[in-house]
DNA sequence: ATGATTGACCTGTCTGATAGGTAAACAGGG
DNA sequence: CCCTGTTTACCTATCAGACAGGTCAATCAT
């Protein structure tokens, strides 16, 4: 007559371990009580135990370190999570655009406004080397890639970039499959030389007038090519 | 002389079991061997095989059955995830503000443009409570929050809906630490009608501006608001 | 003092045993 | 022949004990 739990052991455990941290207002680096003990304090199996830490460490909530402990992680570490499930269709991919828009729109706008000297440096190099591998030739996927995370840390808000960043991976993800390289790249190539030109003058308008035009080469490639 | 791997073994068994569904192809609900087979497979121990599909769990590759099997699940599915530090200053706010201003400012653009009858209905009958919990003086925070979701889902694009979900968690996470209920939804409370209005009214424009408006006041509290 | 050694304390991993969930095959009763 | 309850094979859930190996500090020999 054992009361109904449908929820694992392992689940149990996790929640009191995160309760017990939040109780004992345990920070970054604090150790908890060694596995045996633990097991103890719950009551449970020593793989109960171990499953629920996995899953902890899997959440980025705890450290286990071989030998020394387990040890609590920075708990005021926010994550955001999304999911995202991935049709290769031409909605999809518009969706995803208008995202993109979005958050580089404004990376852009904060980036005219933030940008340092050193920065732009960094970039026109970036562009430089893009140029070269475009005369070359060769895959400028990379370079591509590289330019806009140096755009949007001139943003200067570690947030917004924390999320394009996450975000950009699956906008690659994403282009790659249907696209490849074929044409995408050489429709937007002129305007990450104009962008960077406004944004280097601190031309905020210039600069999202630019990068929109960008994004409706892009817009326009996606429903003009049959999926 | 046994060779170096600080890898823990149940990362290896994490790695190889993604490797074999990549390599079987398995989709959406194929079920994977039985532990035992598995065990078999890598030659490890249960513990360790449990460890790591738990891990797998956690990051949704697999879904494991009590009394059926371990399952793939959507791998198509595509998640996005970010660490944000979480400092309580005026810095971080804004850098918040920022974000939600292009990710909800590009939301409101579109709802404008898509929303239906339909939803026109149930922001207006949100709207009503929202007006009603204001008279009689309660907390307007979860009304708030439901306002601002209702107009999110009314954009019609499921990855910004997504995007914007996980992060509006950590935008009120935030917010209701430092400036809490006080004032705060005081200042933005004419603009959701003004706001709403518009965008019952497609006018993509008008709706943006009162969107600018809300955010506008919000930055000004939070610049001078002593943190 | 210093450098090697030892031992206490941990995590890593394996294994055998038991409990209990699930579904399909199977056996009777209408 | 269909419905239903039971058996059975296959799984996961969880525990407990054992051994291997990492870590660190106290200890001991030089």
């Not at 207002?25 to 304090?41: A, N, Q």
């Not at 852009?108 to 562009?127: D, G, V």
């Amino acid at each position: 007559m054992k009361k109904i739990q449908k929820i694992h052991l392992y689940e149990q455990v996790s929640q009191e371990l995160q309760n017990y941290i939040q109780e004992k207002e345990l920070k970054e680096g604090d150790k908890l009580p060694s596995v045996e003990r633990l097991t103890e304090m719950f009551g449970v199996g020593r793989s109960s135990l171990r499953e629920a830490l996995r899953h902890l460490e899997a959440n980025e909530i705890v450290r286990i370190e071989n030998g020394k402990g387990v040890f609590v992680r920075d708990m005021e570490t926010f994550r955001f999570t999304g999911k995202v499930k991935i049709e290769i269709e031409r909605n999809s991919l518009l969706s995803i655009l208008d995202v993109r828009r979005a958050l580089e729109g404004k990376a852009i706008e904060l980036a005219a406004q933030r940008i340092t000297p050193k920065q732009i440096k960094e970039i026109q190099s970036c562009l430089n080397e893009y140029r070269r591998l475009k005369e070359k030739g060769e895959s400028t996927s990379k370079i591509d890639f590289t330019f806009h995370q140096l755009v949007n840390k001139a943003a200067a808000n570690p947030i917004l970039e924390s999320v394009l960043d996450s975000f950009s991976v699956l906008y690659n993800k994403f282009f790659d499959k249907p696209l490849g390289n074929a044409g995408l790249f050489d429709a937007t190539y002129p305007y990450h030389f104009t962008m960077f030109d406004a944004i280097a003058a601190h031309d905020v308008a210039a600069a999202l007038v630019e990068f929109n035009k960008l994004m409706d080469s892009l817009e326009k490639i996606i429903k003009t090519y049959e999926i």
